[in-house]
């Protein structure tokens, strides 16, 4: 069974530019989240979506926004890019949204975004 | 979500057992302490998840001490692959698929 794929792995950018990331979830998993990681920071939630809707969303500025299509897919983009923007954008699928069950996220290998 | 308590590195030994504590002094009785851990330049991995009682799985187990103020992740037989940052999270069961990280434990093993 293929694991969660981000797509692009790696990718540089320039203040201002905007930038699109996307994700494919494990077969048959609905519920896509993500997730930024810095060394400042650490690991930070962006948002979760399940069903094509946003069901929860982290502490991001409106630059940040996510969509999910039928096919559960999803991707999140960032809008004119900040140096702070720098970092690995993570995306985990689950099979439904809050895995109360088994609390289980499978996370991709990411996303470095570098910002100049 | 509780806040959580993890020392900030330890060494282990290839062969031996690891013992990763984590704080969990003001955990509801709905939350649930999760364990996940992320290997340099990978994304996180889910190791085990419990509430009360005692959890073992194919990786590790996970102790909660009776008043659920704290738990241990063993490592029954750690080897050099396990080399990696341990996240301990406390959260409640509707929390969505929203996990907040600490800072860790960054656990090396030596051979």
């Known amino acids: 069974k293929a694991g969660v794929t981000q797509t692009p792995r790696y990718l540089i950018k320039t203040r201002g530019q905007q930038v699109t990331l996307s994700c494919s979830p494990i077969s048959g998993h609905r519920s896509v989240s993500w997730y930024q990681q810095t060394p400042g920071q650490g690991l930070q939630f962006l948002f979760e979506y399940f069903s094509e809707t946003q069901r929860n969303k982290g502490n991001f500025p409106g630059r940040f926004s996510g969509r999910q299509f039928s096919n559960s897919r999803s991707e999140m983009n960032v809008s004119t890019l900040e140096l702070g923007d720098s970092a690995l954008y993570l995306c985990a699928s689950s099979p439904f949204p809050g895995t109360i069950n088994t609390g289980e996220l499978f996370f991709g290998e990411g996303s470095r975004l570098t910002v100049l | 979500d509780a806040k959580t308590t993890q020392p900030t590195s330890m060494d282990c030994a290839e062969g031996r057992a690891a013992n990763l504590p984590c704080n969990h002094s003001?955990?509801?009785?709905?939350?649930?302490v999760y364990w996940y851990r992320q290997i340099h330049s990978q994304g996180p991995q889910y190791i085990i998840h419990?509430?009360?009682n005692n959890e073992t799985n194919e990786m590790a187990s996970l102790i909660i001490t009776e008043d659920r103020k704290s738990s241990t992740l063993i490592l029954p037989h750690a080897t050099l692959r396990d080399t990696a940052v341990y996240y301990c999270i406390v959260r409640v069961r509707a929390a969505g698929n929203k996990l907040t990280f600490g800072g860790g434990t960054r656990v090396l093993v030596k051979p």
């Open positions: 003001t955990i509801s009785g709905n939350e649930y």
């Open positions: 419990g509430l009360k």
